[in-house]
């Protein structure tokens, strides 16, 4: 009985090791409160109050009228019931399905918030995930491969990341 107890003692150590481990891996990655200069920045735009950012108009939202929504963290390990039950139809990329210098107007989805848009002889890459989007592997995967491995991306004037979520990062 002592043994197990034993046994039992040191596996409760080595998981509040590795959960104190971990938290220290990934404190930094879920951003952190904006410093006194950013705070007075926005506190000069008109729809931030009471250090809040608010909408100007009233927004209603309904967890329980949402389809796949949901306020539980089991939403992270589970598949979405919205999920495609087949491949999506994509197109495969490379380098070569690019024009050189790029072209003045040609968006390429990549899945979820990816996607490469050439404008006015520009190219800018939005919210370059390619891979699972959390930051551990066996959360939120993609439904499928991106259309392009990030070795194979063209060369791009700007990345684009909308916000800090891993999903967009």
Same mark, same amino acid.
């Given at each position: 009985?002592?043994?197990? $107890?034993?046994?039992? =003692?040191?596996? $409760?150590?080595? $998981? ?7 938290? =220290?891996? =990934? ?7 904006? *410093?006194l200069?950013?705070?007075?920045? +926005? ?7 009471? /250090? ?8 209603i939202?309904?967890?329980?009228k949402?389809? /796949? /929504?949901?306020? *539980? #963290?089991?939403?992270?390990?589970? @598949? ?5 039950? @087949?491949? =999506?139809? @994509? ?5 070569? !399905?690019? *024009?050189?210098?790029?072209?003045d107007? #040609?968006?390429?989805w990549?899945?979820? !918030? ?6 006015? /002889? @520009? ?5 370059? #995930? ?5 930051p ?12 392009i ?6 060369? #791009?004037? +700007? &990345?684009? &990341?909308?916000?800090?979520? +891993?999903?967009? $990062?």
């Amino acid at each position: 009985m002592k043994r197990a $107890l034993k046994i039992i =003692l040191y596996l $409760l150590l080595a $998981l509040t090791f590795l959960a104190f481990a971990a938290y =220290l891996h =990934l404190r930094g990655k879920f951003g952190e409160a904006p *410093s006194l200069e950013e705070e007075a920045a +926005y506190a000069r735009l008109d729809y931030y109050k009471d /250090g809040r950012f608010q909408s100007p108009q009233e927004v209603i939202f309904d967890f329980d009228k949402v389809s /796949g /929504g949901g306020r *539980s #963290v089991l939403r992270f390990f589970t @598949k979405s019931r919205n999920a495609p039950d @087949k491949p =999506l139809p @994509k197109i495969l990329l490379d380098k070569s !399905s690019f *024009s050189d210098p790029p072209s003045d107007y #040609v968006l390429y989805w990549l899945g979820h !918030s990816a996607a490469i848009l050439e404008l006015d /002889g @520009k190219r800018l890459l939005f919210d370059p #995930v390619f891979s699972n989007a959390a930051p551990l592997p066996f959360m939120v995967p993609r439904y499928s491969e991106a259309p392009i491995k990030r070795e194979d991306l063209p060369a #791009v004037d +700007y &990345i684009v &990341i909308t916000h800090n979520h +891993y999903d967009h $990062l």
